[in-house]
């Protein structure tokens, strides 16, 4: 998809910008929260949407350096935090590869508790992000992330009812190998609409800031 709105630099969207420092504050201290949690609880699906909500933290923080600027270093930008949640979806189904060898038994209570405040916290600001969906690859990146977020923390949920439920980590196992799963989809959306932004732009590097 070339050029999703227009190829000269968009205006400098001062509610987009205020969206983004709350989805960054939000998604910094939700990292802190799940990754405490996580190591506590023994949950990978935990630790998965913990490390999420870091690269989101990152991603956010990306998005506000590059606005106003010309499509073609937004689209980098986009290929950069595309190639990130791939290495994240990575990581992840390593980790889940690890505890289902381990065969870890993660507490459900935890699971459930962290997971509807994060819920909460995501939607929220997938809420906010709702109408910035169809922009560019970096801004459909910002929503791409958030809305994956949001399922994935229903899916970590639905895990700490199967935990609970079943007594045994294998629920727990399955919805971080769909988080996995997730984050690999999404970075390959980003990264192909980025690269097809570069492949419409040649010789469009320079940096122009929106009046």
Not at 34 to 52: I, K, M, T
Not at 185 to 194: F, L, M, P, R, T
Request: glycine share 12%; hydrophobic share 50%.
């Amino acid at each position: 998809m070339a050029c999703c709105n227009s190829c000269a630099p968009p205006p400098r969207d001062k509610a987009y910008r205020r969206i983004l420092w709350v989805a960054l504050v939000i998604n910094g201290g939700m990292f802190l929260t799940e990754l405490v949690a996580g190591l506590a609880a023994g949950s990978a699906s935990l630790q998965a949407d913990a490390l999420d909500f870091l690269s989101d933290a990152a991603n956010y923080g990306i998005s506000l350096s590059v606005i106003g600027l010309a499509l073609a270093w937004r689209a980098k930008a986009a290929l950069v935090k595309g190639y990130s949640m791939g290495l994240l979806g990575l990581w992840v189904a390593g980790n889940t590869i690890w505890h289902a060898l381990n065969g870890t038994m993660p507490e459900a209570n935890v699971m459930g508790a962290i997971g509807l405040a994060a819920l909460l916290a995501n939607g929220g600001v997938a809420l906010l992000l709702y109408r910035y969906r169809e922009g560019d690859s970096n801004m459909r990146s910002v929503w791409i992330c958030s809305r994956n977020d949001a399922l994935g923390n229903v899916a970590v949920m639905l895990a700490a009812l199967g935990v609970f439920g079943t007594g045994t980590g294998w629920p727990d196992i399955v919805v971080a190998a769909v988080m996995a799963g997730l984050s690999l989809w999404g970075a390959s959306q980003i990264i192909n609409q980025a690269q097809s932004e570069l492949r419409s732009q040649p010789g469009k590097l320079s940096a122009v800031a929106a009046e």
